[in-house]
């Protein structure tokens, strides 16, 4: 168990040596990014669950997922595919949650996290963020009628080799702006830190999940972090599965009651 942070613990339910992996961040942002991106990797790499998160300020939920009980906040770990000319590290660990936590808890949290990630010796964490745009509307999901190579991504890292090495070469730096959330939390204590965090933002739309910008951001994370090439369509396919599977979870956490929603519009980031 990690040193607790403001009521935030993290217990580890199998011990898995994690030194020098990527680190994602999968908690929910803009167009719930970061969580179909997370779920993409867990799924695809066939990651285990390595550990939980707890805090009395987490929604009080049990995920039942094939009859088993799941906690609000998980940690999974995996290998990425071994691949030509080889991923920049051989380990990758995700956080994920399909819930929101609350903006009281979001330090400690983002702390609790770094902390465990430096313990660990990681190498680097990766926030993927949704960056928020107008776009014409259509009646029904009109982020449908975007195509992949349409959506802009940008990166933005909390040290100079980061950004020299994974940023500059890759994608337009993120320059003038707001990061709200986890995400901002930990750039700024990347920074202070001098550890490397990555935020990659894909354009999105704030108001519903938002597949595309997700797939967009697998996209960058195989090309530049696991140097795995793969092709966009089924890629999209299956951002567009787990995005439908987040939109049924929080559709019945709001039935029950919960207040776990998507951030709106002015909450989490714009250029």
Not at 176 to 190: D, Q
Request: proline share 9%; hydrophobic share 40%; with cysteine.
């Amino acid at each position: 168990m990690s040193i607790p942070a403001d009521g935030v613990r993290i217990y580890e339910v199998k011990r898995v040596d994690v030194e020098g992996a990527i680190v994602i961040d999968g908690f929910p942002s803009v167009g719930l990014v970061s969580s179909i991106v997370a779920n993409y990797l867990i799924d695809t790499l066939e990651m285990e669950q390595i550990g939980i998160v707890e805090s009395p300020a987490f929604p009080t939920v049990s995920l039942v997922r094939n009859g088993n009980p799941q906690h609000p906040v998980r940690i999974y770990a995996g290998h990425p595919p071994s691949t030509k000319g080889g991923p920049v590290a051989d380990k990758i660990v995700a956080f994920v949650s399909e819930f929101h936590p609350a903006p009281a808890i979001i330090h400690p949290l983002a702390t609790a996290i770094l902390d465990w990630v430096q313990e660990q010796r990681c190498s680097m964490l990766v926030s993927p963020e949704g960056l928020v745009v107008d776009r014409p509307s259509a009646p029904a999901s009109p982020h449908r009628s975007m195509k992949l190579a349409d959506v802009k991504i940008y990166g933005v890292a909390s040290t100079r080799k980061a950004r020299e090495l994974y940023i500059e070469p890759n994608m337009s730096p993120f320059t003038e702006g707001v990061i709200t959330g986890i995400a901002g939390v930990l750039l700024n204590e990347g920074r202070r830190r001098g550890f490397d965090v990555l935020t990659f933002l894909a354009e999105a739309q704030a108001d519903y999940p938002d597949a595309r910008a997700a797939a967009k951001v697998i996209e960058a994370i195989n090309r530049i972090l696991l140097r795995s090439p793969l092709d966009p369509v089924p890629l999209y396919h299956e951002a567009e599965r787990i995005e439908q599977q987040l939109l049924t979870i929080q559709r019945r956490a709001a039935e029950k009651g919960h207040s776990d929603r998507p951030a709106p519009a002015s909450q989490p980031m714009y250029r």
